[in-house]
Nanobody
């Protein structure tokens, strides 16, 4: 069984900063990639940033220069440092971990976290 837990959300004023954490644990041989998604009020979920096990990073244009994704492989944890926050960054941030688990078979899966709410006031 795999667990993914996000933390770090909260209320912040526009221009402020928050750091979100995504910790994956359980039956995991390796984390292939971790992605952060944003779902604003009444909107669809969209990719914010992704980091692979090789360190390759993908970011949405809307957050380049403001958000930084990083990882601690030893802890199977990925961080999303969010700076210069805007009201439109408000919403629930979800983390998704793409993983492989090897026993007598190879399981490749994706596990979503429950989300963490970020509210940016103007």
């Amino acid at each position: 069984q795999v667990q993914v837990v996000e933390s770090g959300g909260g209320l912040v004023q526009a221009g402020g900063s928050l750091r979100l954490s995504c910790a994956a644990s359980g039956s995991i041989s390796s984390i292939n990639a971790i992605e952060w998604y944003h779902q604003g009020p009444g909107k669809e979920r969209s990719l914010v940033a992704k980091i692979t096990k090789n360190g390759d990073i993908t970011q949405a244009d809307s957050v380049k220069g403001r958000f930084t994704i990083s990882r601690d492989n030893a802890k199977n944890t990925v961080y999303l440092q969010m700076s210069s926050l805007k009201p439109e960054d408000t919403g629930v941030y979800y983390c998704a971990a793409d993983y492989t688990h090897i026993t007598d078979t190879v399981v490749v899966g994706r596990k979503w976290g429950q989300g963490t709410l970020v509210t940016v006031s103007s």
